[in-house]
């Protein structure tokens, strides 16, 4: 037990208890709340791999200006179960929260369920920790008037305790509870509404003073969005059509997304039997000039790889979401990680010419997604967009989304470019794409194939036609790595944040972004120079412009959630650069800003 | 409206050689397959053919019309996404015994679950030809190193809900025509949904006689077409399964032994029918308006 200070700008809620209690929609719901009454908010959600029991929680930061990340600290602490505060017996779901709390945090618990003993909250007391003790359940049973209430119906209860303690409106929580269960559960919605401004007088008549306050900002023109949603909302946007999946966490609810919006967008959803039936039925689909697009995580990944070769050797369009978690085998189904990065760079037998994009946050996401699109078909391979778990779950406030990107379908034709008896589907070409004619148009016969072909589809072991082909297919991705690195504004090959001609760089790619953008943002504004480099495709690698981005600096610091430093093999593969500090992290959490921060002082000390 | 003009078998022969073997029966397979697609008058534009791997799956270079050359097992997964991307268009699955079978068995269950208008022609030689003389899944106990039972495809095209289930043998190339006409009827022509036709056939090399009698004699002496006899009811399923469990006075049963007409095709489950395919669709350059999904998270 300790106290520690605070050092970062917002103000950070947690709320734990079981799986089963509602934690995750709680959150949601307590978090759009905190949005719509005009803070930046970024939602964090933890949970186990299980449907009922064990330790959830989520951490929700907010401030007046912007956060894009998660602390370690906690400022208010709703406790569901005593758990949440003190952890399980040998740490195993959790160490407990109470750590994280500090000199004027906030604990709220039902003492009328907790098992600790009152001497502990009298002791935290003495270490200036507020402790508000409210006896959720009872509160539950009287509003209700049901002897056996929903146990998920406390957080209701303690979230409208929250509202009192964080001066938030609480016609703002009831509006986001209507927006998250729907007008069509009246009775539920009013339930809810009756719990929560019974939390909110409960501890405004007991705990009149135990406030904590934060001005709202202005987030007109943002949106409170995770990265699987902007990601199916990218698809949407580029004219995807057709959507197979098989479930994966963490890469599922892109799954429930795509059913959620078919009706509307015309939308074919399939859930078939495996990934494998998954990854063929898009490049079915590629072949024949729809948009398809999957979503999977590792080990669907995996399943896939063969066609992923398959779809580079017969040059189709289709497009992966590659969402991440803990690995190797199953590993860590809930929890994250970016370690699946070498394997969906190397993805497929012998060259397999294919693009990868790293998105940074849901804005990203989403502008990734229409880039995906466009790059499968213009240059005819597939495309995997790969983030983690921290991402596509975690909420962030974003910009409202307004596309620049054209839509780009590259050489689609309705005439014949053959006097043989096939179309010339692999016609050899200066940039290395051949035309790509609409499938069922007369007189134009599509041959395609995973064997060697020449250019007409036709199967052959000529080892004049197999070193044509080889080199026509490399071209492709040397003409794509030129518009990357010439439309720069679209593709966004290496983002750099800070000054130029900082001293030091911090490298990072993926979900890790919002925690070095306010790192690096924290430690100059106390007199450090660094910039950071956000790494965004990992095929083809952007070299020269990395090169130009990190060439000056005295040190590079290398910053990834995963155990063997996979960007970092990239880096020296394409560059012949050594890096010359590290941090990795790879026990299934995101970096949190105090991990970060304290490990970039120790280094540049 | 395009014209459609008289298809002739010629229109669907490619000018690439297949590298059989003389005497297989995949020259049946083909022939055959040619001769249907004209008679119903189906243009070679219209029609994809799907391989998977194996000496028989790459019919597609060898019929002239659109053809993708697939991978082990996975063509059915294939076919169906491009049946649910054109709709319009005639898709056939030409596969053998381990494709099917064996590796995509998974495929062929859930495809023919979800009753995806495709057809999937099955070239059965209970061999593995191409990788040197392998028991497939369907190698009697003992054939070669076959160290199970056969696995039964009627039987588990029935069970997985095909609405069209078929057999026929290449030594009996009228009744294959007939069976190839119903099943792409079934599929493509009246829209009812998934047909599948198992092909008895022989490898010359490794799997020219069966239990030492050759081939054609062993199956002629045996075969009964079950659709041909007068107390044959092919909208039954609990017939078809009666003659698989209890053969006809030790007779070989073949023919159509199940459709089903009544049930929608995947594409008519998702409304496609009534829409342009998704592959014709064209999309603006500002791309689709996703204003009504940025509002539920206003």
Redo the contacts between chains.
Sequence with gaps: MHARGKKFPGFSWVIGGEAGYGINVSAEIFGRALFKSGYYVFGYIEYESRIRGGHIFARIRFSNEPVYCHVDDTDVLLALDDMTIVGDKHGIHTHGHVTELHRNSILIYDGELSNIAKGYFEELSNKGIRIIDIPLMSIVKETTRQEKPNLVMRNTVGLGASAYILNLDTEKLIEAIKWRLGEKRKEIVEANINLILAGYDYVKSSYPNVKLNIKPGSVNGRIYVNGNFMAMTGSIKAGMKIWAHYPMTPSTPLLNLANRFKKKYGLVVLQPESELAVINIAIGAGYAGVRAGVGTSGGGFALMTEAISLASMAEIPVVVFEVSRVAPSTGMATKTEQGDLLQVVYAGQGYTTKAVILPGDPEEAYYDAIIAYNVAEKYQIPVIVCYDKHLAESYYTIPIPESNIPIERGKITLSNNSDGPYFKRYAITEDGVSPRPILGTEGVFVLSTGLEHDEYGVVTENERIRTEMMKKRDRKLRSLLMEIEERKEIYRPIMIYGEEDSSVAVVGWGSSKGVLLEATEYLNKKGYDIKFVQIRWAMPFPTDTFLDAVNDVDRIIMVEANFDGQMEKIIRYETCMCIDHRIRKYDGRPFSLNEIVSKLEVILA | M?VITKVSVSDYV???RPQWCPGCGNYVILNTLRQVLSELNI????T?VLGGIGCGS?I??YI????????H??PI??????????H??NVIVVAGDGDTYGIGV??F??AAR?NVGITVIVQNNSVFGLTRGQPSPTAPKGFREAYSESLDPISLALASGATFVARAWTGDPRKLKEIFTKAIEHSYVNKHGFSFVDVIQLCVIYNPTVNGEPFMKYYKDRVIYVDELSDYDVTSKSMAYKYLSEPHNNKIPMGVFYHDDTKPSLEEE?G?YE?TP????E??????D?S???ET??
């Design positions: 395009t490619s000018p690439i243009p070679p534009y219209r994809v790459r597609p270079f002239r019309s659109n053809g993708f050359h697939t991978i097992g996975r997964p294939i076919a169906l996404g491009i049946k649910i991307a054109r319009d268009l998974a495929h269950i859930h979800s998702f496609l829409k998704l592959g014709l669709l999309i603006d350059k500002e791309g689709i996703i009504s999904i940025i998270v206003l």
